[in-house]
């Protein structure tokens, strides 16, 4: 396609980024690829991570060739490239020059909620961890560098008003509504990072978006003081979200 449309999504962990990539794989015109900086920051930062010498070895680790592809034409000659990012993965010695070649956008979570949701399968969370500062940042260099507010979408509402959602993303990053985005066919993707055996359980044993359903965090006093900590980077996020109708 000589002018394919690239979506880079920028969320957090424990968010419904992967819910999102099967809504955008399930459609007939798109490639998705999952974290592709994850290999990246790995190798870089040194950080302990789930099955990080497994995600390294079976990863790009040169940021220059992952952006050059980010960028470059869509695998498989799709019209539509959906790339799931996680903000902590775009580090400052990146190049964010790539950035312009994609239609930026953004998926946010109550910091509770995916604070309560990170604690439940690692015994330590941190700020940089869940990423919200990090996602303000982005959001607002994209901001600049575009000259106008990016889509900002937040888990809460998806989960509420899917088909309505997914219609306005659709919308606002220039491509039709598909219906086949609100469902599809249980179980792994091989376009699934190797890194969906640790963290994909739940949305393997999906069909669709999961109905939203309020519930008490059951944070301790350190959560509770870092979701505080987080909160003022998502509301700034909040106040644009896309809202429901």
């Known amino acids: 396609m000589s002018n394919p449309v690239r979506i880079a999504m920028w969320s957090g962990p424990r968010n419904i980024s992967t819910a999102m990539m099967r809504a955008w794989e399930n459609r007939t015109d798109t490639t998705v690829w999952d974290e592709p900086l994850y290999g990246h920051y790995l190798a870089h930062t040194g950080i302990d991570h789930p099955m990080r010498e497994e995600v390294i070895g079976a990863t790009e680790t ?16 799709k019209s ?18 790539w950035m312009e070649n994609v239609v930026n956008c953004f998926l946010i979570r109550d910091p509770a909620e995916v604070i309560a949701s990170y604690a439940a399968k690692r015994d330590k969370v941190t700020a940089a961890d869940v990423g919200f500062e990090a996602q303000l940042e982005i959001f607002r260099h994209v901001e600049k560098c575009a000259g106008k507010i990016p889509v900002v979408l937040d888990a809460r509402d998806v989960l509420k008003h899917p088909d309505n959602m997914l219609q306005k993303l659709c919308a606002a990053v220039g491509v039709e509504f598909d219906e086949d985005m609100l469902s599809w066919p249980a179980g792994r993707r091989d376009s699934d990072g190797i890194w969906g055996v640790h963290w994909y359980g739940a949305v393997e044993n999906s069909t669709g978006f999961a109905p939203y359903k309020p519930s008490d965090p059951g944070l301790d006093s350190d959560q509770s003081e870092l979701a505080a900590k987080c909160r003022p980077f998502y509301d700034e996020l909040y106040h644009h979200r896309i809202q429901p109708s």
Do not use: E, N, S
């Open 62 to 77: 040169d940021w220059r060739q992952i952006v050059d592809q980010l960028a470059g034409p869509v695998p498989g000659g």
């Open 80 to 97: 539509i490239y959906f790339q799931k990012h996680m903000t902590l993965h775009l580090m400052d010695h990146i190049d964010r020059r």
